[in-house]
């Protein structure tokens, strides 16, 4: 039996977790868990008097944990589990340990990533491959600057008479359908959670920005201020998802970044905002114009010809295509336009230096690892084969004649298990693992019989 390994945090990681330890002797326990290939976080608590081990890596978890499938089982046959001896991996910090403030007790949190056993890197790890595509820009000699916006639901903690969730909402919808947009009242009347989890976000050093009433009632938007870190970025996304839904559930809410919680309502993006700049710290999407640059037009070329290689990780569930509906503001349509929230990519309207692309396909039920890893190696994609991009759309994208994003589960894994694509950019390893993955997902799902079938199927035909 082998010896258990001392490993070193980041100098910097170690110096802010060392401050916070000593400033919070009443902490009580800690949080130390990792991000799986869906998003959902997988860990365990220690008490407060681990977390110097925690820091050096002796949390340890099987590294099968990473794959999990959304119910939390093994993926059957995955050379992880009894292939392998279900053999651990060791979890190393990447962010420095924060305060959980939604906790009773005094709880703190350490974010970590799984690594094989002698602290190299773990292919099954989303996080890992994220990290490849963006070494892989950073050769050509570009860094991605990236801010996310996300979409969620606010949710009460009961259900209505037919087990639906039912949205917080200070305006009273039934009668006559409302949408709610930049509604200020919808943010007066949740006023307490909003500054609950602007006060979490401070702690953990999350850079929340702006937060709107989004199109729905119950629904809201809070955007993230851009990093030139992708992985940091996709890293402050997760924490982020992690902290709504630890500061509603202090409220007696519930948070749902779900796709679609309601048919007949809008759906949840996660928008990512990305531009690049150069070793100089230039933006290189901007060259005076209004257009933009050549390397923009490359760039968004790139990320139209892979989008529906990359679909299965923009849409990573079953749920996730009931979002793609014509005049949803989701798109349906490969195109790209200045300043269209119709098109697939939209160019915002900016100054000249803060010109940057605007990826509108993914939901908010992603695992931003994955997205960010996709829209990278589309834009490496566009700018070493110097792809031209169409010509921009404008006025209403969902007219245009053009090719259609894939709009089934099915089809999108797929296109995902055909495309060299992701054998070149990704390891193909992790790449067989994420289908062995979704494939699994699916059949469970498409073996139920659901409700609506029942009712207008079991006694009719």
Not at 426 to 455: C, H, N, S, W
Request: glycine share 6%; hydrophobic share 40%; aromatic share 8%.
């Amino acid at each position: 039996m082998s010896q258990e390994k001392e490993f070193t945090a980041q100098p910097e990681l170690l110096e802010q977790s060392r401050k916070f330890l000593a400033e919070h002797t009443d902490l009580k326990w800690i949080e130390g868990f990792m991000f799986d290939i869906n998003g959902v976080p997988r860990g365990k608590w220690l008490p407060a008097e681990a977390a110097e081990k925690l820091l050096k890596g002796s949390l340890q978890m099987p590294r099968s944990a990473v794959s999990l499938d959304i119910w939390g089982r093994d993926i059957e046959d995955s050379p992880l589990v009894f292939a392998s001896g279900d053999s651990d991996g060791v979890c190393l910090p990447v962010s420095p340990i924060s305060l959980a403030p939604w906790h009773r007790e005094v709880t703190a949190q350490l974010h970590m990533q799984l690594h094989e056993a002698d602290g190299s890197s773990l292919y099954a790890d989303p996080r890992a491959q994220l990290q490849r595509v963006v070494d892989r820009l950073q050769k050509l000699g570009y860094t991605a600057v990236c801010a996310t916006e996300l979409e969620f639901y606010l949710l009460r903690d009961d259900v209505d008479h037919l087990a639906r969730p039912r949205p917080v909402s200070d305006n009273d919808a039934e009668l006559v359908p409302s949408t709610d947009v930049y509604d200020l009242s919808e943010l007066n009347a949740q006023r307490h959670f909003f500054a609950d989890v602007r006060a979490a976000c401070e702690e953990q050093g999350i850079p929340a920005d702006s937060v709107l009433s989004e199109c729905a009632p119950g629904q809201f938007e809070i955007n993230l201020l851009h990093s030139a870190d992708p992985v940091k970025v996709a890293d402050q996304t997760l924490l982020f998802k992690r902290l709504l839904k630890g500061v509603a559930r202090s409220h007696g809410f519930r948070v749902s970044t779900m796709a679609k919680p309601f048919g007949d309502q809008a759906g949840n993006g996660m928008h990512v905002h990305m531009s690049l700049v150069d070793s100089h710290g230039k933006n290189v999407f901007d060259d005076g114009s209004e257009e933009g640059s050549e390397l923009l037009r490359q760039a968004a070329a790139g990320m139209l010809a892979t989008a529906n290689d990359a679909m299965a990780f923009f849409a990573p569930h079953s749920n996730s295509y009931r979002r793609f509906q014509e005049s949803s503001h989701a798109p349906l349509n490969l195109c790209w336009g200045y300043d269209n929230r119709t098109t697939t990519l939209r160019v915002p309207a900016s100054n000249p230096e803060a010109r940057r692309i605007e990826h509108r396909i993914a939901g908010a039920d992603v695992n931003p690892y994955l997205v960010l890893a996709g829209i990278l190696a589309g834009v490496c994609h566009g700018i070493e084969n110097q792809l031209q991009a169409p010509d921009p759309v404008e006025g209403d994208a969902y007219q245009v004649q053009s090719e259609q994003l894939i709009n089934t589960w099915s089809g999108a894994l797929k296109r995902f298990d055909k495309s060299a694509l992701w054998r070149e950019y990704l390891d193909p390893r992790f790449v067989e693992l994420f289908l062995m993955l979704k494939r699994q997902e699916m059949a469970e799902i498409g073996a139920r019989v659901t409700d609506v079938e029942y009712q207008s199927y079991l006694h009719r035909v």
